[in-house]
């Protein structure tokens, strides 16, 4: 038994925020699945060019892509795909298991389609039939543009990981997209049973910048403020998603919970604990994808001291009044969390594109 079993007996589903080819042949992911009880598996744009430039796992894949005279673009997915579906056999007994709510890989559509609804609804059924499992989850962005590809993904039977959340009340246009999703998903014929969704909530970052402007303001008040943002906007969260799915009845028989996530856990200032978004955010029917790094630091400090998450509102939102009286305007930095999350993501592709496109000639 570690923290991470820990986690999951409190309620909170350890998925593991990397994949690659390496991983996958090597045996390793198969280990840490196994060894550190992930269940599940998160990806990203960065995550893929990182993988995709490293190494000699993907050469002979590449090599059959050029004889095909295949285009970046199609090249990049057709390697993602892959080690989707190959992660996803992997945990296809942690989805029988757990009945559909973990053993899921997640794969996320091209990032600079995030305002372009057609596009998105397009790629999200694409990818859902490339891939093939039941257990994939397609990660469509919560920008406005995307928020009715959502519920169209959804309507269509395909289990959405709605990624790039940062305020509660983005969060709740997620959870009625969800929502209404579903309820069209049942109207189509689906079943909604089958239909899983998580809404991942992105905590560091959040703390990341509103640090930079505490330590702009510099007062007394303002520094001691320092770290606390992300966890309370994340425990916001929790209490919405505590409200809004405590009596199912307006969903159709046999609907899901969709379960809040927790990203981007990994600390990113050295003086906090490297297990801080992990303690501090344990309770019922959540999931926390954590790089391997986090995932080794909460298994070493074992200081996970059971749900964190139910009742822990109140104290949160004295933190957002002080944060406003400090003088942080919480809108703007939802807006530019957002704004910056696509981007970077956009970058990431297409800094991978660019490399494909070479490695393609």
Known sequence: MTAIDDLFNVGTSTWLDDLSRERITSGNLDEIKAQKSIVGVTTNPAIFAKAMSAGDAYSEQLAELRAASSLADAAVYAMSVKDVQDACDLFMDTYEATGGKDGRVSIEVDPRYAADEEKTVAQAAELWKLVGRENVMIKIPATD??????????????????????????????????????????????????????????????????????????????????????????????????????????????????????????????????????????????????????????????????????????????????LVEVGIDLEDVYAVLEREGVEKFVDAWQELLDSMEANLK
Do not use: C
């Open 145 to 322: 543009e995307s928020m009715p590809a959502i519920t169209a993904s959804l309507a269509e039977g395909i289990s959405v990981n709605v990624t790039l959340i940062f305020s509660v009340d983005r969060y709740r246009e997620v959870i009625a997209a969800y929502k209404e999703g579903i309820r069209q998903a049942a109207a189509n014929g689906k079943d909604v049973s089958k239909i899983h969704s998580v809404a991942s909530f992105f905590v560091s970052r959040m703390d990341t910048e509103v640090d930079n402007r505490l330590e702009q303001i510099g007062s007394e008040e303002a520094l001691a403020l320092r770290g606390k943002a992300g966890i309370a906007n994340a425990r916001l969260a929790y209490q919405l998603f505590e409200t809004e799915f405590a009596d199912m009845s307006d969903l159709p028989a046999g609907a899901n919970k969709q379960r809040p996530l927790w990203a981007s856990t990994g600390v990113k200032n050295p003086d906090y604990p490297a297990d801080m978004y992990v303690v501090e955010l344990a309770g019922p029917d959540t999931v926390n994808t954590m790089p391997e790094a986090t995932i080794d630091a909460a298994i070493a400090g074992d200081n996970v001291r059971g749900d964190t998450l139910t009742g822990a509102a109140a104290v949160s939102e004295e933190t957002f009044a002080k």
